[in-house]
Structures are given as C-alpha cells and as structure tokens.
Nanobody, 124 residues
Framework: QLQLVESGGGLVQAGGSLRLSCAAS????????IGWFRQAPGKEREGVSC????????NYVDSVKGRFTISRDSAKNTVYLQMNSLKPEDTAVYYC?????????????????WGEGTLVTVSS
C-alpha cells in the first residue's frame, strides 16, 4: 500500500520555525517528484514547493522564497520542508504529494499520491 505521511506541524509564534517531514511507505520517494502544498481555511490548495527526483532542482512559490527550504533524505525515504521566519499567513494544512515523471514542477491536479496533511498555525 502506497502511503505518504506528514508530520511536524504545530503552533508557533510569528518569526519561528518548523520542519515538516513527509515519509513514504510502500514506495521509494527518490523515484518521484515531490511537492508540498497548503490549504488555508476558505482558500484553494496551493503549491508551496517542489523538488526533482534527484533533488537538484527546486521551486518555490514567491511568498515563501528565502524562508522555506525543501530537501530530500534518501536514506530515510523522507522529504522535508524547513520553514523559517513564519508568518500568520503561512497558517494552513500542509500536504505532501508525489508524482511520477521528471522535472521540478508540481501542480495540484498533477500529483499521483497525497498525504493527509499536517496543520501549521502561526500566531501573531
């Protein structure tokens, strides 16, 4: 059974940091392009960051550039999202997702597998 599980969410004050983890079971993340997405209350799900299969290419939405970093740990079959300088507008449920193929572009409609999400709340 292919499964993605996110962890690391929680409540943090503005300016703080969190590291989200996306662990896989049943498949090897190295063989997939991985994306992080988020959905705030009342808003559509949006792409936050994406990493290529080899990890050499990454993309970020403009609102998180310079604050968030996506990375892979092949040995742990895990992808991370390091989030620094968090802002209240970063509050959302964060999801990781995987797709086959190549490149470093991730869109909501193009992912093959999704986790169930982890809640990040940033207080002002």
């Amino acid at each position: 059974q292919l499964q993605l599980v996110e962890s690391g969410g929680g409540l943090v004050q503005a300016g703080g940091s969190l590291r989200l983890s996306c662990a896989a079971s049943g498949f090897t993340l190295d063989n997939y392009v991985i994306g992080w997405f988020r959905q705030a209350p009342g808003k559509e799900r949006e792409g936050v960051s994406c990493i290529s299969r080899g990890g050499g290419r990454t993309n970020y939405v403009d609102s998180v550039k310079g604050r968030f970093t996506i990375s892979r740990d092949s040995a742990k079959n895990t992808v991370y999202l390091q989030m620094n300088s968090l802002k209240p507008e970063d509050t959302a449920v964060y999801y990781c997702a995987a797709r086959s193929g190549f490149g470093s572009t991730c869109v909501v409609g193009g992912m093959d597998y999704w986790g169930e999400g982890t809640l990040v709340t940033v207080s002002s």
